[in-house]
């Protein structure tokens, strides 16, 4: 189920892209959503509480500024680290958390230079559809992670319904004219309504990782259809 994308996702112009942004990230971010975005990530930390995982050691891959990281705190890891392609995302997350468990390391997704089988559980919160190359990064992923870890995807994704296409007036008008003046880039915020047209429904992504060998444990509708959370864990034999 491989789609024909134009969109520049090559490290290198994510890298510059999230680097030229970084300063009004946060503030964007939580400006766009009215702050639901934090309820979003909260949730994973109450699912992974409820459901007992193994939390010991934990990536946040695709961590920039480090919200997501910040919650993940709160399942006391003995360690976690936080990887981005952005080394000014991880500059800002250093100086928003301050915490002896955590280590920010710049990598890319799909080499990462991590042990194989080494992470209880890894997070991707709002990153994977930036990924260059989703299959070769979902086994890098696979390698990294311990048999029954689970990775979780908190993302935006391409929605069919009615009410996705009156949402994006908003999603494809409102917030690329405001959000690039705002961040004083050029593309940015047209970038993340393109990035989230051209990506997979949760459907089609979880058949994706079906075929990676993960298996999909639960995937949650944050907000309607587009925003969604998938639980899967890395059928390693």
């Known amino acids: 189920m491989d789609k024909i994308n134009n969109l520049d996702k090559s ?24 702050n ?15 459901k007992k995982y193994r939390s010991r050691i934990i990536l946040d891959l695709a961590s920039g500024t480090g919200d997501l990281t910040k919650e993940l705190l709160k399942l006391d890891p003995q360690r976690i680290i936080a990887a981005d392609i952005s080394s000014k995302m991880l500059e800002i997350q250093s100086q928003k958390i301050s915490d002896q ?34 299959g070769k990064s979902l086994k890098e992923i696979r390698r990294v992670l311990k048999p029954d870890g689970k990775l979780i995807i908190l993302e935006m994704f391409k929605s069919r319904s009615l009410m996705t296409k009156l949402f994006n007036v908003y999603f494809g008008k409102v917030m690329p004219y405001f959000g ?19 990506f997979y429904t949760p459907g089609e992504f979880i058949e994706i990782c079906l075929k990676e060998g993960y298996d999909a444990e639960s995937s949650k509708n944050n907000f309607l259809g587009i925003v969604n959370t998938v639980y899967l864990n890395n059928n390693k034999v």
């Open 101 to 134: 468990r955590l280590e920010l390391i710049q990598a890319n997704a799909d080499n990462m230079p991590f042990d194989d089988s080494y992470f209880d559980i890894i997070t991707i919160g709002f990153g994977i559809r930036n990924f260059e190359d989703l």
């Open 36 to 50: 639901i975005d934090n309820k979003w990530r909260s949730e994973i930390v109450e699912q992974s509480l409820e």
């Open 180 to 198: 690039n003046r705002i961040s004083k880039s050029k593309y940015a915020y047209s970038y993340l309504f393109n990035s989230v047209d051209s």
């Open 11 to 34: 490290g290198k112009k994510i890298e510059s892209m999230f680097d030229e942004i970084a300063p009004t990230y946060d503030k964007l971010n939580h400006l766009f959503t009215l």
